[in-house]
């Protein structure tokens, strides 16, 4: 099947097929060890691996679901684990069906989850809470393996909970590290393109750095070393791109420290982009319209809008200051290839006017347009 694609040895990712914002849905399957099986895991004799489901997705996901699972295990039938990282819908409104058709199947999430998703009329004698682990660990029934209960608390919720597999070293973080799929091209892996949504969703969704980098601090100290991320929205995280994007993320402003009134710099910005968007009217009211259409739409319609509108003028921003310039840069960069340098120079101009620091890659684009036209006049 080919939305099936193994990024460790037995842990498989299926993706919903969205184009702005995807669920994933992991699937990981433990060999069973078949010497030695106690007496009391006989049954399992005959089943070649306990199949653990990492948040299970919503009722969209479904046939997918029947689909990828009879070509992995032979059918939901066959599901053991349901894991779920917290209770939200595109988490758990899958877990009822499940429970009902893997008949021998448990829930794990944390007891914070549970308070909430036992409102679906899950029995109280399907659910394992994480917490209730010894040391933080599970073995696996009638296999080898274990996995570790690593908590994201407030990481976007009190309870939110990820798993590590350290056989693997994929560490299933939930909405830790997830992102909008900014990256252009179609890729289970994220490369250095994708920061900007990840950034954006983490500005949206976490509520402090603080609880961000208590959850980093935890997912360093986990041994053996985390080698990939895999979130339930966009792309894998591998490589040096792990270190990299917790290091970056560790020092991101998101949620309250970004509504923080003393944060002057969105403050300001929200008067440049209407003061920018008012000269554009003047320099072409057709790039005007246009790009205003563009920017009021948000990415997905379903998603938090980065920059809120009131009319033409900008009356909120929902993200970071820099990240909210290169979001506009990005939209105008896309969309006109033709008046994109005159488009920045107006908003750099108005940056400066408003004594708001011009992020980095803005000058640089400015420069390198400046070098290319200079080598043109020659
Ligand atoms: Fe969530
Ligand atoms: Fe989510």
């Known amino acids: 099947m080919q939305n099936i694609v193994e990024i460790g040895k037995g842990f498989y990712k299926l993706s919903s097929s969205e184009k702005d914002f995807h669920r994933n849905i992991y699937i990981r399957k433990f060999p069973i060890k078949k010497e030695g099986l106690g007496f009391l895991f006989q049954r399992f004799k005959k089943k070649n691996s306990i199949n653990m489901i990492m948040d299970p997705g919503t009722k969209l996901d479904l046939p997918l679901l029947e689909d990828a699972l009879k070509e992995l295990i032979g059918g939901l039938k066959n599901i053991d684990i349901?894991?779920?990282?917290?209770?939200?819908?595109?988490?758990?409104?899958?877990?009822?069906?499940?429970l009902m058709?893997?008949?021998n199947s448990f829930l794990i999430g944390s007891i914070d989850a549970w308070r909430l998703i036992k409102m679906y009329g899950v029995p109280q004698g399907r659910f394992k809470a994480a917490e209730s682990f010894v040391s933080s660990y599970f073995e696996i029934p009638g296999t080898t393996s274990k996995i570790y209960f690593v908590p994201a608390t407030y990481c976007h919720f009190r309870g939110a909970m990820m798993v590590y597999?350290?056989?693997t070293r994929i560490l299933f973080s939930g909405d830790f590290m997830a992102g909008l799929n900014t990256m252009n091209k179609q890729s289970v892996y994220a490369d250095e393109s994708a920061w900007p949504g990840i950034a954006l969703f983490h500005q949206i969704y976490m509520p402090s750095k603080k609880a961000i980098q208590r959850t980093i601090e935890l997912i360093r100290m986990l041994t053996p070393k985390v080698e990939v991320i895999a979130p339930q929205h966009g792309y894998v995280i591998k490589g040096d791109l792990v270190d990299e994007f917790l290091e970056r993320l560790y020092h991101l402003d998101v949620g309250v420290d970004i509504e923080d009134v003393n944060n002057a710099y969105t403050g300001r910005l929200v008067l440049a982009l209407s003061e920018f968007l008012s000269k554009v009217k003047v320099y072409n009211i057709i790039v005007h319209t246009k790009l205003l259409k563009l920017l009021k739409e948000s990415q997905s319609r379903e998603f938090t809008q980065p920059i809120v509108f009131m009319g033409?003028?900008?009356?909120k921003i929902n993200i970071?200051?820099?990240?909210a310039v290169e979001y506009i840069v990005s939209v105008i960069r896309r969309n006109f290839k033709k008046e994109a340098n005159e488009l920045l120079i107006i908003l750099q101009d108005i940056l400066v006017d408003l004594s708001l620091p011009i992020p980095p890659f803005l000058s640089n684009l400015l420069r390198k347009d400046l070098?290319?036209?200079?080598?043109?006049?020659?």
């Open 371 to 378: 070098e290319e036209n200079a080598f043109k006049g020659e």
């Open 101 to 103: 058709r893997a008949k």
């Open 165 to 167: 597999d350290p056989e």
């Open 320 to 323: 970071g200051y820099e990240e």
């Open 82 to 98: 349901i894991f779920v990282s917290h209770q939200d819908p595109d988490v758990t409104s899958n877990v009822s069906p499940l």
């Open 312 to 315: 033409e003028e900008v009356s």
